[in-house]
């Protein structure tokens, strides 16, 4: 009886998906950054993905989390662009213990045609209007932009610029990160 149930508890393990994902870490001198995204189902023009990443910056002694949920998917025939839309939560802390909540609406480009053979280009933004921001936070304004070169089929090497800024209750335009990074996002 052990035997069998032992080999009907393998075989299930031998059919479960496989969920596909990545894992990111970017840094400079005085920030570092580490995302993770997870497909939670593919469909035949976009993914349904869930994200987590976690920011610390030194010089604005900044550390922020944040979780998203979203689609990302290719427009119609175009080759190697991709576009997204997330609703996203970000929360942590900042300098004198300005403490940030934040939910809002992310868009994101990513176009890597084949003609460039491993070059690719990126873009993101999410906004955070006063309504969808508490605690000591008022607005949440984020942007970046990157390039990447793939130097494995599940390898990329980053570099991007990012810029996160945000109205707190007692300062206005208070940049939360405001710098470029190297990194590597490695696909599994």
């Given at each position: 009886m052990k035997s069998v149930i032992l080999g009907l508890v393998f075989f299930s393990l031998l059919t479960t998906p496989v969920w596909a994902g990545s894992f990111s870490l970017d840094f400079n001198d005085h920030s570092t950054q580490f995302g993770y995204i997870q497909n939670?189902?593919?469909?035949?023009?976009?993914?349904?993905?869930?994200?987590?990443?976690?920011?610390?910056?030194?010089?604005?002694?900044?550390?922020?989390?944040?979780v998203s949920a979203g689609v990302?998917?290719?427009?119609?025939?175009?080759?190697?662009?991709?576009?997204?839309?997330?609703?996203?939560?970000?929360?942590?802390?900042t300098e004198n213990d300005q403490e940030i909540l934040a939910v809002g609406l992310g868009f994101l480009a990513?176009?890597?045609?084949?003609?460039?053979?491993?070059?690719?280009?990126d873009g993101h933004l999410v906004y955070s209007p006063e309504i969808f921001t508490f605690l000591d936070s008022e607005d949440y304004f984020e942007w970046g932009v990157g390039a990447s070169y793939q130097v494995l089929p599940n390898a990329k090497l980053t570099l991007a610029f990012q810029n996160i800024q945000i109205d707190l209750k007692n300062r206005n335009g208070f940049d939360l990160d405001e710098t470029v990074r190297f990194g590597i996002k490695l696909a599994f």
């Amino acid at each position: 009886m052990k035997s069998v149930i032992l080999g009907l508890v393998f075989f299930s393990l031998l059919t479960t998906p496989v969920w596909a994902g990545s894992f990111s870490l970017d840094f400079n001198d005085h920030s570092t950054q580490f995302g993770y995204i997870q497909n939670l189902n593919t469909q035949n023009y976009g993914d349904t993905v869930a994200k987590v990443r976690y920011l610390y910056n030194d010089d604005s002694r900044t550390n922020l989390a944040g979780v998203s949920a979203g689609v990302i998917g290719t427009p119609g025939n175009a080759d190697g662009l991709r576009l997204g839309i997330d609703v996203a939560l970000n929360g942590g802390q900042t300098e004198n213990d300005q403490e940030i909540l934040a939910v809002g609406l992310g868009f994101l480009a990513e176009y890597a045609p084949p003609a460039l053979r491993g070059f690719g280009f990126d873009g993101h933004l999410v906004y955070s209007p006063e309504i969808f921001t508490f605690l000591d936070s008022e607005d949440y304004f984020e942007w970046g932009v990157g390039a990447s070169y793939q130097v494995l089929p599940n390898a990329k090497l980053t570099l991007a610029f990012q810029n996160i800024q945000i109205d707190l209750k007692n300062r206005n335009g208070f940049d939360l990160d405001e710098t470029v990074r190297f990194g590597i996002k490695l696909a599994f």
